[in-house]
């Protein structure tokens, strides 16, 4: 499969990305070879954070606050609310969006995603003719519907709405039949198949650039998702299972903001509680240029666009 | 000739023992290394295997719905196939079963829908409708087999053995309890009637309460499901009685049944028919970009065979004319045949319905979003063209074949003989597809692709801006799923069990009641 993929695809933009994930992995790689200090980093970070005064946001040169800081006081301020109070919402400013694909590639390393498994493409939208034409780059995280239509269809209960409004899957629950996957109408749900990248050496060059032995640990690393410890191990949950985006839900309890939006080159991603009527987020998606995605069915999706 | 007989016999079970036992190998294979070996993918991800469980679902409707004609309606004429077609209801909702268990991502959990039950998941609901169906089943086929059970189990032999320990214990051989559970059976199959219409309304459901899909979503489905399981089981039936069963009824009686059969499944083909001209119609008309894509990739897009050939050509069109040819549709065997390509064409039916609607991305784009897709994509530019193309293959072979049969009547001719009838039947044949080709041949060398495309030659005709323009739309037509070895070796192998168990059963089990009616 993966060999039909290689000698069909060599487009430059994909040889780009290509680039870019092997980048990532490498950057992986490197991050598990150093296990020990990856911790610490994580402790440094959380302490980082309480030094942040919450009503105080950091103020850059130019006499703004960065969006980032701003953000994660915001998320910060909400963390000290009970969970139902909480009305988590991602916007995301189209006019911004480069199409670098940071966002996707970020996802894939925090939450050690395979190969198949995606959370966050960014589709890319050609419009107009050659040669007068213009792109329109959609990231595409789970919606985070308020009616989603994945969960009443899921026959075990094994998916559901949090307080929050983030729609988790218990991976010990589902037994993979992907009836949620056929009933989301973003395609926001992918299927673990067990496979990883180091099926097909010859797919990358990062498994000869960092070796084969790095490469699998690498791949078989606990992924973190809802706050779990479960290392990458032949027929055991996550695999089988229906996965999706979960705006990182383990690092907003540790109080950081989505990978997405910390990764977010042009700052286009937004973060924060819609409940909080002094978050950005909220004062965002009051402007009139906001959109959503298919809304005549209903769903009531959590993500804003601008444009 | 007898020995020729029972050569071919043998040979043809040999095959069959072979494939399921490879088919079976391949099915643990996929057991031990999940769903990797299947071509799956986050744009389609239910392909051939959810297209045979809903193929096999729709069988065992099918049949059931038949022995209620019987056992409910009092229809006595079918009373003769009433077991067969239960047995048959039994044996291919274990195949349909068998298909969802090997779809599951983690079959090992496959037990837990009976505890994590979630009442407003549709699948949830038609679980329900098969364990109670399953039982219903089993129940009414004991009872109607128990006193030929009792009678077979007081010999010596293998099968007395078996009979014995199927009775149950039961050893009343009267005409009352054969009575008394004639009543039963009459009551189960009303409680059935329903349940049947859930089990395959509901499969139907699951499909059609999924908005994601504008081709799936709406009310028409579930009705469709119901009638083409209809068909399908009556075809079965067809097929099965004019080459394997009836063996204990009288020749004309058994052919006389076959007819009746064969009628019965052209009526709910021809009603099937109409479902699919209503949908695609409809469709087509309203002109909605993400329904008539779906209907542009069953129509035109890569395996546009599957729908003309298989569904439309094969599985109806022919079967059809079989039956209702006067030549033909008083042959018991011919219309055997009718019903065993309505089987066959059915399952094109089936992965139209559960492949294409998923293989158009819900966002323009999303295919090529990520580039880490594991599946092979195809690519099939406009359709018109490939159509032709293969007209005009088919004109150049027509046109061969005609020649040839004119110089076989003419030699006829010569020796001062009539020329046979089916010779004269397959120059007409052959010429009116000659004719045909080479006049849409003649066009698109007049008027060049684009205009063959879009106005057929017809200058001032541009097809595109009639109200059905959208479905000609030339746009690149892409699959992104082809099953791969595993998933057709696995499904080999459950059907050939399937098969296998079913010829079993009919061996040992007393399917055809003696009694006669």
Redesign the interface.
């Known amino acids: 499969m993966a060999k039909t993929e290689e000698n069909t695809t060599l487009a430059p933009d994909t040889t780009r990305r290509r680039l870019l994930q092997t980048l990532v992995g490498v950057a992986g790689v490197a991050t598990v070879a150093a296990a020990g200090p990856v911790k610490k980093a994580t402790e440094a970070t959380t302490i980082s954070l309480d030094t942040i005064p919450v009503d105080a946001p950091v103020v850059t040169s130019d006499g703004k606050v960065d969006p980032l800081e701003r953000m994660r006081a915001d998320l910060a301020r909400a963390l000290q609310k009970p969970v139902s109070e909480r009305r988590w919402v991602m916007v995301i400013d189209l006019r911004k969006c480069v199409g670098c694909s940071a966002c996707t590639i970020s996802c894939v390393a925090e939450n050690h995603l395979p190969p198949g498994v995606v959370y966050r493409p960014v589709v890319e939208e050609e419009i107009g003719t050659f040669p007068n034409v213009t792109k329109r780059f959609l990231p595409r995280p789970c919606m985070q519907c308020d009616n989603p239509p994945c969960v009443p269809v899921c026959p075990v209960n094994a998916t559901w709405k949090r307080e929050d409004g983030i729609v988790t899957i218990d991976y010990d629950k589902c037994i993979g039949c992907r009836y949620c996957i056929t009933a989301c109408p973003y395609n926001a749900r992918t299927f673990d198949k067990g496979l990883t990248y180091n099926d097909d050496v010859s797919e990358t060059n990062t498994i000869a650039l960092v070796g084969p032995a790095n490469a699998e640990a690498y791949e078989m690393a606990a992924t973190h998702e809802y706050g779990e410890n479960r290392p990458r191990k032949e027929g055991r949950s996550p695999i089988g299972n229906a996965r999706k985006c979960h705006f990182c839900l383990h690092r907003l309890e540790k109080g950081m903001l989505p990978a997405c939006t910390t990764t977010c080159i042009g700052r286009a991603t937004y973060f924060g509680d819609a409940n909080d009527p002094d978050s950005l987020v909220s004062e965002l998606i009051a402007s009139p240029n906001v959109m959503r995605l298919k809304e005549e069915l209903g769903t009531e999706p959590k993500v804003y666009y601008l444009q | 000739m007898q020995q020729a007989q029972r050569f071919l016999k043998l040979t043809a079970w040999g095959a069959i023992g072979l494939v399921t036992l490879v088919g079976m190998g391949a099915v643990v294979i996929r057991a031990l ?4 070996v ?6 389609v ?2 392909g051939l295997w959810v297209a045979f469980y809903i193929y096999f679902i729709g069988l065992s409707a099918g049949s059931f719905l038949m022995s209620t004609m019987v056992y409910v309606f009092g229809f006595k004429k079918l009373e003769s196939i009433g077991r067969l077609a239960l047995f048959s209801a039994l044996i291919f909702l274990i195949a349909g079963m068998n298909f ?1 268990l090997i ?4 079959m090992e ?2 037990w ?2 009976f ?4 009442l ?5 609901i038609e ?1 329900h409708f098969y364990v109670l169906y399953i039982v219903i089943l089993t129940l009414e086929l004991w009872l109607l087999m128990r006193r030929d059970l009792v009678v077979c189990g007081q010999g010596n032999d293998w099968k007395a053995r078996i009979c014995r320990i199927l009775a149950f214990g039961s050893k009343d051989v009267s005409d009352e309890s054969v009575a008394r559970d004639r009543r039963i059976v009459r009551v189960l199959g009303i409680i059935g009637l329903p349940v049947a219409i859930g089990v395959h309304g509901g499969t139907g459901a ?1 499909f059609a ?5 504008p081709m799936w979503y709406g009310p028409l489905f579930p009705i469709i499901f119901i009638v083409s399981a209809l068909a399908s089981g009556s075809a079965l039936l067809t097929f099965v009685l004019a080459f394997f069963a009836g063996k204990g009824m009288a020749k004309q009686e058994r052919d006389e049944l076959v007819l009746l059969l064969g009628k019965i499944t052209a009526g709910f083909l021809a009603f099937d028919l109409l479902l699919l001209w209503s949908e695609f119609s409809v469709g087509i008309y309203g002109n909605i970009p993400e329904d008539l894509e779906v209907m542009r990739l069953i129509l035109f897009g890569p395996f546009w065979w599957v729908f003309w050939f298989v569904q439309i050509i094969f599985g109806a069109f022919v079967p059809l004319l079989i039956i209702f040819l006067p030549a033909t549709g008083k042959n018991p065997k011919w219309v055997g045949l009718a019903g065993f390509m309505v089987v066959v064409g059915i399952i094109g039916v089936r992965l139209n319905i559960v492949i294409p609607a ?1 293989s158009i ?6 295919d ?10 195809q690519a099939f530019t406009t359709y018109p063209p490939v159509i032709l193309t293969w007209l005009n293959r088919f004109a150049i072979l027509a046109a061969l074949g005609t020649f040839g049969i004119f110089g076989l009547i003419a030699l006829r001719r010569l020796r001062g003989q009539e020329a046979y009838r089916f010779q004269r039947g397959l120059v007409s044949i052959g010429t009116a597809v000659a004719v045909l080709a080479i006049a849409l041949f003649v066009l698109r060398w007049v008027g060049g692709t684009a205009v063959t495309t879009l106005g057929l030659g017809i200058s001032g005709l541009d097809l595109t801006q009639t109200p059905i323009g959208g479905i000609l739309g030339q746009t690149e037509l892409h699959s992104f799923y082809i099953p791969s070895p595993n998933e057709w070796l696995s499904s080999a192998g459950l059907i050939g069990m399937a098969i296998i168990m079913f010829a079993v059963g009919y061996m040992v089990l007393p399917l055809e009641s003696k009694e006669g009616h």
């Not at chain 2, 090529?368 to 994509?377: G, K």
């Open positions: 290394n999940g769903l990797g299947t071509n799956l993918n986050f744009i991800p239910w969802v779809d599951l991502g983690r959990r496959f837990t829908v505890v994590n039950r979630n407003w998941s549709v699948l949830e679980i699951l309460v999924v908005k994601a899909r998923l991305p819900v966002l323009p784009g999303l090529e979003a990520y580039t880490m897709l594991p599946a092979p994509t």
